[in-house]
């Protein structure tokens, strides 16, 4: 049996489009077995094709093209968006990965625009095996009517700012009603629109997300799928995350139950469960057409067959810049460089005496030198001195790519509950006074937000920080666009090697909560170094990941500790800077 499904994906680089809620209904059932594992992979270019249980072969799509519009050089008085060269370049990119064939059209009228996306509905729409995506990226804007009814619009090039107007912008830009219309003259089975941008609810409904039922039938059935940024009371950056969320989602991240296939419904809540943990200003919402013969289907993208290529890496030992070699024999550096700081603090003015630090700082650094790594000891360093050195040190060798840093810190940690009830974590130096009140320790002392920028601040694509002291991750904040922050990422998953050496990344390994007294005799260090040297490759590859040797420290404390000493770790939350994993290879 062949069917066609017809794409069309509209990611609209907008803030505060109308409310569309006449148009589409949602079912509001959380997604928990999102599609089931009926079918097997088989891939042409620009077909795909699935195999059931039962051997036969089915063609989903015969044709995959995509229509992928930016709108960014404005001239009514609206904002020029420079971000969306980025989302054209980086949207094209991964539906060519899918064996999309793209068009692209920059910067149109609205006239242009309407009589693009009707060409290409009317080119490639008509045949029933084809799929067709349309991306849009630009600005929106929403118009509340006498009656209250509101109702969204996209920005072509030449639309005039409402301000000059409702009667001209409604004249110059095309509303979300149109692209009702737009859905409904489409023959093939599947659509699929996709808004980066924010609406209230005349389309889409507050919801929850979509179950996807059995690929077998689900994708054999009509739907016309919607997925925006956002309500309307929220906004859009330039920089888009959901955007940077909907490439990863294609590329496999979506693909929650690891079947090979990502359904419309599985990418919907991906993003419904990624974006808003790195932007707060974003809630997607994900929904289908009010219309009972076009919302009962899910839209299907095939992912390329699993590589097995991090089982045929083997390491070379004794090269210490990390040098893997292929089964061919081939042999490749994953690190040019490889930089340390290892700072302890044992000899406090005010604070407790640490005598087992300079020891632990020892032993770390012979640990690294051994891995091929060019190590700077700093010990009981005043507040600026401190600040001095890691900023000197992320200059000088945080520049490079391929380098690949850790900062080591041994010494006391701190915690304090300000009045409104924020807990915040310092890193104490030598010099620091113990505190009667905030504003001394934030003066002596340095902030879990500034080791945060220190982090965000590196170029290098792996950095590594191991904080011998008592610091929450929770207290971990990294900046995104626009100033608006989040948690540090603590649900991260095990890694390929190619993958894990390709993707930034930046990990945090602590000695235990802020709650948690470290002893001065803590068995975090001494673990950590007995997994340098081996024992965390808890998979026998040969390779230490970052991963690898925080499970490692964090089992063996709690245990030796009878948990009393609980350590963390994490990596960044930031779309650009917690996808990787650092990588360390078995001393011979």
Same mark, same amino acid.
């Given at each position: 049996m062949k069917f066609t499904t017809i794409l069309i994906c509209l990611i609209l680089n907008f803030s505060s489009l109308g409310s569309l809620e006449s148009l589409l209904q949602v079912d509001r059932s959380l997604i928990n077995n999102l599609i089931s594992h009926q079918l097997a992979y088989s891939q042409q270019r620009g077909a795909v094709l699935a195999k059931f249980e039962n051997s036969k072969v089915v063609d989903l799509y015969r044709e995959s093209h995509a229509l992928v519009i930016g709108v960014s050089a404005y001239r009514n008085g609206w904002n020029y968006l420079p971000g969306v060269a980025d989302d054209v370049k980086a949207v094209s990119e991964v539906l060519q990965e899918h064996g999309f064939k793209v068009e692209t059209l920059i910067n149109p009228t609205r006239t242009e625009l309407d009589e693009k996306i009707r060409t290409f509905i009317a080119s490639y729409g008509e045949e029933e095996r084809n799929r067709l995506l349309i991306y849009f990226a630009g600005h929106g804007h929403t118009v509340t009517l006498n009656d209250k009814r509101r109702i969204g619009y996209i920005v072509p090039v030449d639309a005039p700012h409402p301000s000059h107007g409702e009667g001209p912008f409604k004249a110059g830009a095309i509303s979300m009603n149109q692209f009702k219309v737009y859905a409904e003259q489409i023959v093939s089975k599947h659509a699929i629109f996709i808004f980066d941008s924010c609406f209230a609810g005349t389309i889409f409904r507050n919801t929850n997300r979509i179950i996807s039922r059995a690929i077998a039938w689900r994708a054999t059935e009509p739907v016309r799928q919607f997925i925006t940024a956002g309500t309307d009371e929220q906004q859009v950056p330039d920089e888009s995350v959901f955007r940077r969320m909907f490439v990863r989602g294609l590329r496999g991240e979506a693909d929650r139950n690891k079947d090979g296939f990502v359904t419309g419904s599985e990418l919907g809540g991906f993003l419904q469960d990624t974006v808003s943990e790195y932007d707060t200003r974003q809630n997607p919402q994900i929904g289908t057409l009010l219309n009972p013969d076009l919302n009962r289907g899910d839209l299907v993208f095939q992912l390329p067959r699993p590589s097995s290529v991090s089982k045929l890496l083997a390491p070379v030992r004794g090269k210490n810049n990390i040098t893997i070699r292929d089964k061919n024999g081939k042999e490749e550096n994953l690190y040019d460089g490889s930089y340390a700081i290892v700072i302890g603090m044992s000899d406090y003015r005010f604070w407790g005496k640490l005598p087992g630090v300079e020891q632990d700082v020892n032993d770390v650094s012979k640990a690294l030198i051994e891995h091929g790594f060019q190590v700077e000891v700093e010990l009981n360093l005043t507040r600026a001195e401190l600040d001095e050195k890691i900023r000197i040190f992320i200059s000088k060798h945080g520049k490079a790519l391929r380098n690949r840093l850790v900062i080591y810190f041994a010494g006391h940690g701190h915690s304090i509950t300000t009045s409104d009830g924020r807990s915040l974590k310092y890193l104490i130096p030598s010099d620091a006074p113990i505190p009667s009140n905030n504003g001394v320790l934030t003066q002596y002392a340095i902030s879990s937000d500034e080791i945060e920028l220190y982090a965000i601040q590196i170029e290098s694509r792996h950095a590594f920080f191991v904080l011998d002291a008592p610091l929450s991750l929770s207290a971990m904040r990294s900046g995104i666009e626009g100033g608006s922050v989040r948690a540090l990422r603590t649900d991260i998953k095990p890694?390929?090697?190619? =993958?894990?050496?390709?993707?930034?990344?930046?990990?945090?390994?602590?000695?235990?909560?802020? =709650?948690?007294?470290?002893?001065?005799?803590?068995?975090?260090?001494?673990?950590?170094?007995?997994?340098?040297?081996?024992?965390?490759?808890?998979?026998?590859?040969?390779?230490?990941?970052?991963? =690898?040797?925080?499970?490692?420290?964090?089992?063996?404390?709690?245990?030796?500790?009878?948990?009393?000493?609980?350590?963390?770790?994490g990596k960044i939350r930031h779309p650009n800077l917690d996808r990787g994993d650092i990588l360390f290879v078995v001393p011979k």
């Open positions: 890694l390929g090697i190619k =993958e894990a050496s390709s993707q930034p990344v930046r990990l945090f390994l602590t000695a235990g909560s802020s =709650e948690m007294a470290v002893p001065d005799k803590s068995t975090f260090t001494p673990y950590f170094i007995r997994g340098l040297k081996g024992e965390s490759d808890l998979d026998g590859d040969g390779f230490i990941t970052g991963q =690898e040797l925080c499970i490692f420290v964090t089992s063996k404390v709690a245990t030796d500790s009878r948990n009393a000493q609980l350590p963390q770790y």
